[in-house]
């Protein structure tokens, strides 16, 4: 038996993903569950070892041409069919295919993505529209949540992406973002006082 093999089972076994931390905590606590005179030979592994032997899978499912692959998302590791096998499983959940956003659905999500925490007005400024149709549709699909009040008058809500926007759109983290660090430092407009009342837009 060995390390790449026990942290198989756990990852096929698993329901969500799973973090560096919780596969070496199981495979550490797995002594508990064992006969004595079957001492747990993995009960001193380390993250890193852990570390290594999951891209030691990746690489082991990607040489062998695997129908599945290991693929690594924001909250750990987890097992996946293989894109190029989807239109076959597909046909195991005959669920509607989810509506796509809208262009202005998808600009404003892009906005808050890239320059998050953000006021509502501030991407109405970027935008040169308002955004409240739009803003409603993408927190309903779970991309966009509230994030607490901005410290200016009268203390407007902020707004960032979620959890479920990293998974969407396959990211580990934010700054997997293309061009990431280049669109977070160019000026935008902001909300002018005097601004005229914007035209609405729809999601």
Not at 123 to 146: F, H, P, S, W, Y
Request: no cysteine; charged share 25%; proline share 7%.
């Amino acid at each position: 038996m060995t390390l790449t093999r026990v942290i198989e089972a756990l990852l096929f076994s698993a329901q969500k993903p799973l973090s560096i931390r919780e596969i070496t905590t199981a495979i550490r606590g797995a002594e508990d569950d064992l006969p004595s005179k079957s001492p747990n030979e993995f009960a001193r592994v380390k993250d890193a070892e852990v570390a290594a032997a999951l891209e030691q899978l990746k690489t082991e499912y990607i040489q062998e041409s695997r129908a599945f692959q290991l693929i690594e998302k924001a909250e750990g590791w987890q097992l996946a069919t293989d894109p190029a096998f989807a239109k076959w499983v597909r046909q195991l959940f005959p669920v509607p295919k989810p509506a796509r956003l809208s262009a202005p659905a998808l600009e404003t999500l892009a906005i808050i993505a890239y320059r998050q925490p953000i006021t509502r007005a501030d991407v109405e400024a970027v935008r040169g529209v308002n955004i409240d149709g739009v803003l409603q549709t993408l927190m309903e699909r779970g991309l966009v949540k509230i994030a607490g009040r901005a410290e200016i008058p009268g203390r407007p809500l902020l707004y960032e992406t979620t959890q479920f926007f990293l998974d969407h759109f396959g990211l580990r983290n934010l700054d997997e973002l293309p061009n990431a660090e280049e669109l977070r430092k160019r000026n935008l407009p902001v909300m002018q006082p005097a601004t005229p009342a914007a035209t609405a837009d729809s999601g």
